[in-house]
């Protein structure tokens, strides 16, 4: 029986119902599961801080003194508890916003506390709110350790005497027991090249660390363990797909394929299409199943690589399907490579919500009779009664917008999977695109097509609105069209409605008919008046087009120069970036303005300046998720990949990538984990495969 199995209510100290609480609240389950059950930070109880000696840019420290004059103050609703608390360099004031009745009982005068916490300047005086309190006295020793570990907790934990000192107290316990059980993970091989501390030491020193160095020490070998394991499963996954599916081979590059590139396509080919293309051609003659992911940002041009994709397809005697979120970007995909393909006898088609009975019927007989050689659609694709004859390739554009249960069903088209090739104009940092698309190949389309202009994106305060409206009709005037954007967020649908059409009211009363035409959309208009006034704008007969957010995919006039954005601190940064993406279409020089209010938030400021200051979509999203965190990057919200346990996806990409390195490596000389070298690897693997089932992806 492993030890690090048994149930956590068998530790000492634990018991029934601390053990049942610990499981709910924590979801610890096992002595393992407490092991691991890592401090958030630490205390450095190595030193005290003198009053005099706090300054502005300390975090959190620790004093030494007494408690001074009490008070309670502010207005009813206000209050709160304010303790002066000296030494013998100065004071600083300690405040309670709640609970400050309870508190007030354990403030002794005339005798020594330890004060922790993190102080804040406020005019001229230092303060630390909520500060952790104990009488030295009371205080504990520390065993070996300067630097004390803190642990997040529960109300109801900490009701049971499971605060961060309780759970110390049994990781404490639990250490003494288990350390010479604690198994090592890695090979000597990679301890050696990485110079790692035994994995017994490290999480010794994570919980209890001697000194600064020994803590990093331990950070380094877990956080390098913790992504390792997670690509060890990814590139097996690949692996075993790639050896297990085998895809329809497209041999031939032939006539269709020959016949656009050298007389069809309207400009040259970008280096980063071609490099693209190259990717994408050897994946497809090998025989194994293509499963790639095409990364460009809005407007690098991946529809073209699409749609050279399916040519292959094509002249290799295969259909293909491309999928895509809405309406109007599938109907825009349509139109586009339609007039692309004039000329040459290729049979396009398209199916939607939308499409008639009778057309349907008809599209999808064709479909099954192969007559069909690409057919583009939205969700409607994927029902049961769209059949083909021989599908080869789906290319599914926007993928984040489509869940793995939805892709999986392309995939049943046809005997064997077709080729899969998703696209997204959200760049994701390389690192997080390891992560949580580690098992699919990537492309990366980095370079925009030559002559564009970068959008010039400028920040302005409603303060500066007639400016702002100035500008437009200057831009209008000089025959170019705008976009309003506003901000639509699902819980005040109703305000935002309103700032919506209050915002069309004053638009339509600066930009006054005849002489200006402004059209709206918005998500309460049927769609059949949502086209309409699309198609006003999308024909040049509206100057500006008001909307919601629904014109964030798709949509494509490069006549429109401007985008202004409303509310702009209510945007992500990565939705900020997709919109900016609507302009910059054409030749001329595009603006992007950012409307906000005048007071923003330190968090909002950030945003606006990353926006102004670059228009890469990479450096957008490495920021995004410097800001933000991995959880809230769009489209990576279902993935339990993210919750890890030590590693940080933003700040340890060197690690991330180290990890993948060395896990590729080990599965290029010993795929099935097998030499005795690597024992201790696989050991730990198959237990993390027990702890992660659902981790292995359809697609
Ligand atoms: P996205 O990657 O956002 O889907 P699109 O495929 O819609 O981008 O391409 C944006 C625009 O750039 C289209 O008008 C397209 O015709 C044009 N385009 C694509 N590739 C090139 C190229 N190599 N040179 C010039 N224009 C290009
Ligand atoms: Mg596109």
New binding site residues.
Partial sequence: MNLLATSIEYLKGVGPKRGELLKKELGIHTFGDLLQYYPFRYVDRSRYYTAREIGPDHSFIQMKGRIGRVENVGKPRQKRLVAEFFDKTGSIDLIWFQGGRFIQSSLKPGVDFIVFGKPNFFKGRINIAHPEITLVSEAPKMINAQLQPVYSTTEKLTGRGLNSRGIEKLQRALLEQVYSVIPETLSQEIRERYTFIPRKQAIRHLHFPDSQEWLQKAQARLKFDEFFFIQLQLLRTQLAHKKKFLGFPFKVIGDNFNEFYQNKLP????GA?KKVLREIRQDLGKGQHMNRLLQ?D???????VALMTVLMALDNGYQSVIMAPTEILANQHFEGITELLQGMDISVAILTGSTKTAQRKFILQEALDGKIALLIGTHALIEDRVQFKNLGLAIIDEQHRFGVAQRAKLWKKNTRPPHLLVMT?TPIPRTLAMTLYGDLDVSVIDEL??GRKPVKTIHRTDRARLNVFQFLRSEIDRGRQVYIVYPLIKESEKLDYKDLMDGFESVSRAFPRPQYQVAVVHGKMKPADKDYEMERFSEGKAHILIATTVIEVGI?V?NASVMVIESAERFGLSQLHQLRGRVG?GNDQSYCILMTGDKLSADSDKRMEVMTSTTDGFVVAEEDLRLRGPGDIMGTQQSGVLDLKIADLAKDQSWLIQARHSANQLLQKDPDLSDPANRQIAEAFKQFIREHPNWSRIS
């Fill in positions: 400009f040259e080919l970008t299409q460009g809005v407007g690098s041009g991946k529809t073209m104009a097509p030559p494509n490069p279409r």
